[in-house]
C-alpha cells in the first residue's frame, strides 16, 4: 500500500443509520432516487401518505452516504447533498452517516464512481437473477474494503479530481454549444430565401415507401438498427434471432434512406440511414423511405427532420387517443407537403455540412478521449500514484 495509506472496512469509517418514522396518510413526503454510474441521489417525486405502500420511511440528510440494494452493482452510490436533507426513502436504500475524521465524504463518492468498485461490489450480489433481484445487503457493503490516505491527502486528491473535472465538463459544453451552433448554420442555410422561394412539394414526389424486403428465418439473426428521439439519429441496436420476435418481414436498410418509429414520430425520431447501419433491418414499424436524390438530397432531408418545430406539426397530424400513444402513418407522411429548396440551395447546404461534419468527427474523438480520462485519472489516484 502506499505510504500513509490504510486499508478500512466501511464499518470501521461509517455507521448505518436506523430512523425509520411512520408514514402518515396526510402527510407529503419528498422521496430520494439515486443514479446509475456514480452519479448520485436526485429527487425522484412527491407523494402523499395515503399513496406509499410502505409503512415507514428513513429521512436522510445531508452528507449521508447512500446506495440502492437493488443497483448498487450498476453503480448506485451517492453522497446526499443539502438541497435534498430532510427527504425520504425505504429500506431498498441504506444510508450512513460518514466519520469525517477518518473519510471526507467526497472522497468516499470518487471511490464508488468507478466501474472497477462495481463490478467487484456485483460479486457480494445476492439474488435470483442479476437484472432484478441482485441486491448488495448491508453485511457485504460494511464489510467492503477502501484504501485511504490521510485526511490532508484525501483533500488533495479531491481538489485536483474537481478541477480537472470542472473542466473537462468546460470543454464538453463547449462542444455542445458547438454542435448546437452548427445546426442553426445549416437550418439559416436550408431557410435561405436568396436562392428562391421554397416550393411546398407532396413528400410523395420526393420520397419512395419501400416494401419489406426481408423474409424472417427463425434460424437467422438479424442485426436491428433504432433510431433516437429528439433528432439524435439512428445507431445500431441489438441482434435477435428470428424466433425471438413476431415479424413475418424486415426492412433491410441502405444508406441514405429515410425512416422513422410510427409510435415516436412525435418526439422527433426521425433518421436518414448513415453508412454505419447499411445492411441493419428494421421491423415494419419504421416505415422506410427511399430517396429521389434528383430532387431532394439526404442533407436536406436530415437537417429539416431535426428541427423540433417540425415534429410538433407532424405530431399533430399523427393518429391516436394521447401523444404517447400517436402514430404517424406513412400515407400521411406521404402527403406531407416539403418546403423544397433549390437543387443550388441544397448543395451548398451538403458542402457545409461535409466541412461540419469533418469537424464533429474529431470532436467525437476528443468526446471519446475526454470521457477515458477521468475513469483514469481516478484509477491512478486510488492506487496512490497521482
Given at each position: 500500500?502506499?505510504?500513509?495509506w490504510?486499508v ?14 411512520k ?12 443514479r ?17 405502500s ?14 440502492s440494494?437493488?443497483?448498487a ?10 438541497a ?36 467487484e ?61 452548427s ?15 421554397p ?71 426521425y ?38 418545430a ?11 387517443t394521447?401523444v ?37 468527427e ?25
Amino acid at each position: 500500500m502506499t505510504n500513509g495509506w490504510q486499508v478500512y472496512r466501511m464499518h470501521d469509517l461509517m455507521t448505518q443509520n436506523f430512523n425509520g418514522v411512520k408514514v402518515l396518510p396526510d402527510k407529503s413526503y419528498k422521496l430520494l432516487g439515486v443514479r446509475l454510474e456514480g452519479r448520485g441521489a436526485f429527487l425522484r417525486e412527491e407523494k402523499s401518505g395515503d399513496a406509499i405502500s410502505a409503512n415507514t420511511l428513513n429521512p436522510v440528510r445531508a452528507g449521508d452516504f447512500i446506495y440502492s440494494r437493488l443497483f448498487a452493482w450498476r453503480g448506485a452510490f451517492g453522497i446526499v447533498p443539502e438541497a435534498l436533507d430532510g427527504c425520504f426513502v425505504s429500506g431498498e436504500f441504506p444510508t450512513f452517516t460518514i466519520n469525517k475524521e477518518k473519510l471526507l465524504p467526497k472522497f468516499l463518492q470518487l471511490f464508488f464512481t468507478r466501474s472497477v468498485v462495481w463490478e467487484e461490489v456485483e460479486t457480494y450480489c445476492t439474488g435470483t437473477t442479476k437484472a432484478s433481484r441482485n441486491r448488495f445487503k448491508e453485511q457485504f457493503f460494511l464489510g467492503f474494503e477502501i484504501p485511504v490516505p490521510p485526511l490532508e491527502e484525501q483533500h488533495q486528491i479531491v481538489n485536483h479530481i474537481e478541477a480537472i473535472a470542472t473542466r473537462i465538463a468546460r470543454v464538453q459544453s463547449l462542444q455542445n454549444e458547438i454542435y448546437k451552433e452548427s445546426e442553426l448554420l445549416l437550418r439559416s442555410i436550408s431557410a435561405n430565401k436568396s436562392f428562391g422561394e421554397p416550393i411546398p412539394t407532396p413528400m410523395k414526389e420526393l420520397v419512395r415507401l419501400r416494401a419489406p424486403d426481408v423474409i424472417v428465418d427463425p434460424n437467422e439473426n438479424y442485426h436491428f438498427a433504432g433510431v433516437y428521439s429528439f433528432g439524435r439519429g439512428i445507431f445500431r441496436g441489438i441482434r435477435r434471432m428470428g424466433n425471438q420476435f413476431a415479424y413475418p418481414k424486415l426492412y433491410r436498410l441502405r444508406t441514405n434512406d429515410f425512416t422513422y418509429p410510427k409510435l415516436m414520430a412525435w418526439e422527433g425520431a426521425y433518421a436518414i440511414v448513415s453508412p454505419e447501419c447499411d445492411g441493419l433491418v428494421v421491423s415494419t414499424e419504421f416505415p422506410v423511405f427511399e430517396l429521389n436524390q434528383e430532387k431532394i438530397l439526404p442533407e436536406t432531408m436530415g437537417v429539416y427532420f431535426r428541427d423540433p418545430a417540425i415534429w410538433k406539426t407532424l405530431s399533430g397530424q399523427s393518429t391516436g387517443t394521447n401523444v404517447r400513444r400517436r402514430r404517424l402513418n406513412p400515407q400521411t407522411f406521404l402527403n406531407y407537403e416539403f418546403p423544397l429548396p433549390p437543387m443550388e440551395q441544397q448543395l451548398v447546404l451538403r458542402s457545409v455540412q461535409a466541412r461540419l461534419a469533418s469537424l464533429r468527427e474529431l470532436q467525437s474523438a476528443t468526446g471519446e478521449e475526454l470521457d477515458a480520462l477521468l475513469p483514469s485519472i481516478l484509477d491512478k489516484a486510488f492506487k496512490g500514484e497521482l
